[in-house]
């Protein structure tokens, strides 16, 4: 099947230039959208810069908007795709570096900033593990499938609003850590989290659900997250 | 050029790289993560099963069955003295994980949860073993994001999206290395008192791939360039269950959760080739039988090959009496990728797999303490280090069995983190030999000049289909030299490529000219080991030389490029202890 692409093309040098280049590529049966950009790489123009690496949904390079949606190009099969111009741009939100490359610096920030590690002065068992129900593991278990693709933040309106928010993926983390049985460092996350930037800033619009390739509910996650943080400090 | 100074250099992180790093800095000495992609995009991340260790918390498990294992299913070239650290230490390092807070699964009580895998059995070998510690079939990514959490807490300095373009050892003393900026281009030069090699596997080679397109073993070529041996690059495992046609891993935690493999004629067919284990045979023998099946006719076939009475090239992974439910609990990953990669639903169809390149078995040779040696001997580089994949100790041998590799990762990302701590105090920042890091700058210009006539994707298509058809699962005299001949004229081509973009941030058509120059580099290696090796052990089988030869081939091969380009095999002993060589039975 032979369908059109409209790709964004950008180079931060020269950030008057922005346009789109249109490139037409057949696909066979199973192809996706990052097959199509590997493809006019190889042989339209090989100055397209994109990111990818595993191509099946683990890494979390490859997210990106297409017609419209933040998705993984890897996971985005062509014939999917109802229409036939395809429409493939940055993530929205992130500051583009080139093409569909953007800068993720501020979204590892602050997933740092939400101390993600499990904080815990305990000392474990020696030689054993840590015990932990199935039931209790159950509640981060999801959570913990989170790629940082950077999808559900980049959809995010509160974000777009105030590029401060600590955005669905940095919040998703912590609830991952404060949910965690084994972990106990609520108090010192709740600086990050109840702050005029923190939790308070989802306004459960749950764009993020639907952008999320591994189908995790961060803003139901979020709520969670408010409800111990009023419960622990109210 | 700008140059960096830290005590200690890690090119790679995945869970290798950020599992040594944490080592040295909890020591307190400064270290420095270098990484072409993001930490959290490493291929480590891709391990879907489980990661082994005899806990022996669902059975009577203990480290020698696992040591045997490991030993066995390496059909004997493993060294016995790392296969032997790497089962006594597993446990630990696997509690160790846990108290980082890796999310494992659990069992009824609470405790890790653990499940079967391909060769790992009780009792040296009588029934199958509950070995494989995992996170449902996330395991990789789970342990991956816990070792990145990890390094922000302790504030590990990470170069993320440079490129390492040169590595610097004169005299068996490293230096440090060069690398390139991607994302604003420029060469930057690292010094560093120790430089640590994790840097992955080099599956990226063939065609049929469970690899990443990062996984163009790099560090393997960097490390060659300098005068250094490889050893064993002969043997690339070949996972036998990769989804038909792209080749994208379905963990063998599938078939150690009941899964069957099934020909044409719905046959289980493993009876015929490991009675006893079936579908949890190794790796190697497993990949055989199905490529075997396939040879004989006894492939599956698709719509369209059976309408045009085509041969089948496949067989059937078959989940569907597991259930959706457990599916979905167990294995949900694998759930997923069939449903978006083969296109089918797992619960209610089988799904088409073939053979897929998976793990490097070869690599830069390390002593058990993770020191690069430059000879037989085991005489160390200073300053030089490597764990992971694109390491070889050589605990795997000729074949890795599954589960082991996170393990290799983890436990000896570990204990090459030891190893460069205890050593720093006693190392210096070396001299530079003044014409070094200038070859950085006459490579990188090399590329941003080059306008050849040849397209750098043609000649990658090129290596990774010849590969597959000529030195992939069954291997035989005459295509072996057919290929070192392939390899070689499109080496030679590479010399003519041609690029378009020439701007220097984020060039990341450079990128691959580069990673290709890796690949067509090792791939000689691999293919000249291949024709060498007269033999067929674990993951290497050769048509013409299909017996197992210990008299003459019970040892490692250390291949060098020789100033004039050739390659030249040394050989070094394997080590045995506990166990001698016997034949191989499941």
């Known amino acids: 099947m032979k369908k059109t692409y409209r790709i964004f093309r950008f180079d931060s040098a020269k950030p008057k230039q922005k346009h789109y280049d249109t490139f037409k590529v057949e696909t066979a049966k199973g192809e996706t959208v990052l097959d199509v950009l590997i493809e006019i790489k190889a042989h339209h123009d090989g100055s397209l810069v994109f990111r990818r690496s595993c191509r099946h949904g683990i890494c979390g390079s490859c997210a990106m908007q297409i017609n419209g949606l933040n998705m993984l190009a890897c996971e985005t099969q062509v014939e999917m795709l109802k229409d036939n111009t395809i429409t493939v741009d940055p993530l929205p939100g992130f500051k583009p570096i080139r093409d569909l490359a953007v800068d993720m610096d501020p979204f590892y920030e602050k997933l740092h900033s939400i101390l993600p590690f499990l904080i815990n002065p305990d000392s474990p068992p020696t030689d054993k593990e840590r015990l932990q129900s199935e039931e209790d593991h159950r509640k981060i278990e999801l959570a913990t499938s989170c790629i940082l693709c950077g999808g559900c933040t980049s959809s995010c309106p509160s974000f777009w609003a105030d590029k401060d928010y600590l955005g669905p993926a940095a919040l998703l983390k912590a609830y991952r850590y404060v949910f965690d049985t084994r972990d106990v460092g609520l108090n010192e996350r709740l600086p990050m989290l109840d702050n005029k930037h923190g939790l308070w800033r989802c306004h459960t619009i749950m764009n993020c659900n639907d952008a999320c390739p591994k189908h995790i509910f961060p803003t139901e996650d979020i709520s969670h997250l408010k409800r111990k943080v009023v419960e622990e400090k109210y | 050029m ?28 400064d270290c420095a993560v270098l990484s072409k992609i993001f930490p959290s995009r490493s291929h480590s991340s891709a391990a879907q099963g489980g990661t ?30 790392a296969a032997e650290i790497l089962a006594k230490e597993a446990p ?12 494992f699964s659990r069992t009824p009580e609470g405790k890790i949860a653990q499940r079967k895998f391909g060769g790992h059995t009780l009792n040296f070998g009588e029934k199958p073993a509950l070995r494989a510690c995992y996170a449902a079939d996330y395991t990789g990514h789970v342990l991956l994001h816990t070792l990145f959490e990890q390094c922000i807490k302790y504030g590990i300095r990470f170069y993320a999206e440079f490129q390492v373009v040169h590595l610097i050892v004169k005299d068996n003393v490293c230096r440090g290395v060069v690398a390139w900026d991607v994302r604003h281009g420029g060469l ?7 430089t640590m090699f994790a840097t992955g596997g080099y599956g990226r080679a063939f065609r049929i791939t469970t690899n990443a397109h990062a996984n163009t073993g790099d560090g393997l070529n960097l490390v060659m360039r300098t005068g250094l041996p490889l050893e064993d690059m002969e043997f690339v495992q070949f996972h036998p269950t990769g989804i038909y046609r792209n080749g994208i891993l379905m963990t063998e935690g599938a078939r150690g959760e009941g899964a069957y493999l099934l020909n044409k004629d719905g046959e289980r067919f493993m009876k015929r080739y490991a009675p006893t284990l079936m579908e949890l045979g190794p790796r190697d023998l497993v990949a055989r039988s199905i490529q075997t099946e396939i040879n004989k006719g006894r492939g599956c076939q698709t719509e369209e090959q059976k309408k045009q009475g085509i041969p089948g090239d496949h067989v059937y992974l078959d989940l569907t009496h597991l259930g959706e439910a457990r599916l979905r609990e167990v294995l949900p990953q694998i759930f997923e990728l069939a449903r978006n990669f083969a296109g089918v639903d797992p619960a209610k169809e089988p799904t088409p797999i073939q053979p897929t390149a998976h793990y490097s078995m070869g690599g830069i040779p390390v002593t058990i303490n993770g020191e690069v040696i430059y000879n037989a001997d085991n005489d160390s580089v200073r300053g030089l280090y490597a764990a992971g994949e694109c390491a070889c100790i050589s605990v795997h041998g000729a074949n890795r069995l599954g589960c082991n590799s996170t393990l290799d990762a983890t436990l000896n990302g570990r204990r090459t983190g030891r190893t460069i701590a205890k050593h720093l105090p006693d190392l210096i920042y070396e001299e530079l030999p003044d014409d070094e890091p200038e070859k950085a700058e006459i490579e990188m210009d090399w590329y941003f000049k080059a306008d050849g006539s040849e397209n750098v994707a043609d000649i990658r298509n090129e290596l990774q289909d010849t590969m597959m058809q000529n030195c992939a699962i069954f291997r035989k005299g005459e295509e072996l030299k057919t290929q070192l001949d392939i390899v070689r004229e499109l080496q030679e081509r590479y010399q003519n490529i041609g690029l378009q973009d020439k701007s220097q941030a984020f060039n990341t058509e450079v990128m691959e000219a580069m990673e290709l120059g890796h690949l067509l580099a090792f791939s000689e290696v691999i293919v000249y080991g291949a024709l060498e090796r007269k033999e067929s052990r674990g993951a290497h089988s050769r048509t013409d030389y299909p017996d197992r030869d210990d008299k003459n081939w019970l040892k490692h091969t250390l291949a060098y490029r020789e100033p004039d380009g050739k390659i030249r095999l040394e050989f070094k002993p394997v080590v045995i202890t506990r166990f001698q060589p016997k034949e191989r039975k499941y």
Do not use: C
Request: hydrophobic share 40%; charged share 25%; no cysteine.
């Open chain 2, 188 to 194: 930057h030069l690292f010094r560093a008192k120790a």
């Open chain 2, 2 to 29: 700008i140059t960096h100074q830290h005590e200690a250099v890690i090119i790679g992180a995945g869970l290798a790289g950020m599992r040594a790093a944490i080592e040295v800095a909890k020591t307190g000495q």
């Open chain 2, 52 to 81: 082994g260790a005899s806990l022996g918390n669902l059975d009577d498990d203990n480290w020698e069955f696992h040591m045997f294992d490991t030993v066995k299913g390496s059909d004997y070239l493993g060294d016995q003295d």
């Open chain 2, 92 to 103: 630990e390092v696997i509690y160790e994980l846990e108290h980082m807070g890796a999310p």
